[in-house]
Antibody
Framework: EVQLVESGGGLVQPGGSLKLSCAAS????????MSWVRQAPGKGLEWVAN????????YYVDSVKGRFTISRDNAKNSLYLQMDSLRAEDTAVYYC?????????????WGQGTLVTVSS | DIQMTQSPSSLSASVGDRVTITCRAS??????VNWYQQKTGKAPKLLIY???SLQSGVPARFSGSGSGTDFTLTINSLQPEDFSTYYC?????????FGQGTKLEIK
């Protein structure tokens, strides 16, 4: 069974840092692009970052560029999101998702999400 | 970045109805559109990919169409479990974007 499990969320002060993890199982992790998507309380979905299979290409939404870093460890079947200089507007549930390719890229498997709260 | 504009933002319908949700892209994106369903407090679930391909395990009452800039998600014969929020998403650009969502409520 394809499964993604996020961890690492919590309460952090503005300006602080947090590192999210996503453990993958049930598929060949190293063969897939991976994504982070977030959802602020009561709001819609916002794509945050993508990373290529070997980690050689990374893309970010403008609002997190220079503050967040996506990375992966294929030996550990794990995806990460290092979040620095956190702001109140980064408060959200963060989901990791697999970007599967068939005709196009689509997010076919999602974790349960981990809540990040940025507040003093 | 490619903007995805969904309409309507909310919709009331009854069990058994047929509903259509529209998504418009700010530029032509071929068929690089996906549709997701999200229930309150849960992760999104993929329904339709590449504009019109039904994801495995998704009921056939869900269908998608469109190409270029205009796309639709249609749900035939609404069931009680279909009352959720729906999102379109483009993957034409590696910098993905989502529509703002359509909340489907029971009339």
């Amino acid at each position: 069974e394809v499964q993604l499990v996020e961890s690492g969320g919590g309460l952090v002060q503005p300006g602080g840092s947090l590192k999210l993890s996503c453990a993958a199982s049930g598929f060949t992790f190293s063969s897939n692009w991976m994504s982070w998507v977030r959802q602020a309380p009561g709001k819609g979905l916002e794509w945050v970052a993508n990373i290529k299979q070997d980690g050689s290409e990374k893309y970010y939404v403008d609002s997190v560029k220079g503050r967040f870093t996506i990375s992966r460890d294929n030996a550990k079947n794990s995806l990460y999101l290092q979040m620095d200089s956190l702001r109140a507007e980064d408060t959200a549930v963060y989901y990791c998702a697999r970007a599967f390719y068939k005709w196009n890229y689509h997010l076919d498997c999602w974790g349960q999400g981990t809540l990040v709260t940025v507040s003093s | 970045d490619i903007q995805m504009t969904q309409s309507p933002s909310s919709l009331s319908a009854s069990v058994g109805d047929r509903v259509t949700i529209t998504c418009r892209a700010s530029q032509s994106i071929s068929n690089y559109v996906n549709w997701y369903q999200q229930k309150t407090g849960k992760a999104p679930k993929l329904l339709i990919y590449a504009a019109s391909s039904l994801q495995s395990g998704v009921p056939a009452r869900f269908s998608g169409s469109g190409s270029g800039t205009d796309f639709t998600l249609t749900i035939n014969s609404l069931q009680p479990e279909d009352f959720s929020t729906y999102y379109c998403q483009q993957s034409y650009s590696i910098r993905y974007t989502f529509g703002q969502g359509t909340k489907l409520e029971i009339k």
